[in-house]
């Protein structure tokens, strides 16, 4: 790798130019002549001020995104809404999930607890039962 691994300042700008663009970390490490993730994150804890132009990068890229989605809600058969979900749910996972809240309510619930916590006890009463029965 050579020296796609020796930390250059201009790469802040490179960095933010390419943000604009909505192009991924790894399109960035590319970029900057073949830098792997973890090259990124030593030269992000190495360097305030190529951490500062990394978060001003992914704020652009994820504005670029957002602008994809609103311009194609309009732009017909160009626009794919399929790829779009799937690069955005990978990308920012916070953000765009499919969030599913389960709530346990209810007397059977409330029954499988009871007899769950009740099979419990009894086994700590009589830990050499494996019936769960008391004597």
């Not at 790894?26 to 900057?32: D, V, W």
């Not at 389960?102 to 419990?120: E, I, M, P, W």
């Not at 009894?122 to 050499?128: D, E, I, Q, S």
Request: hydrophobic residues 35%.
């Amino acid at each position: 790798m050579g020296s796609g691994n020796k930390y250059k300042p201009e790469y802040c700008d490179l960095a933010i130019a390419m943000g604009k663009e909505g192009c991924s970390r790894t399109e960035m490490g590319s970029a900057m002549g073949g830098v792997v993730r973890g090259t990124l994150i030593n030269w992000e804890e190495a360097h305030p001020e190529f951490a500062d132009a990394l978060k001003i990068a992914d704020v652009h890229a994820r504005a670029w995104w957002d602008a994809q989605a609103r311009l194609g809600l309009w732009g017909g058969k160009q626009f794919n809404p399929v790829t779009f979900i799937y690069v955005t749910k990978n990308r920012w996972p916070e953000d765009f999930k499919d969030q599913q809240d389960v709530k346990h309510t209810g007397d059977a619930f409330r029954s499988f607890l009871d007899t769950a916590r009740a099979a419990q006890i009894a086994k700590m009463k009589n830990p050499n039962d494996d019936t769960g029965e008391e004597e």
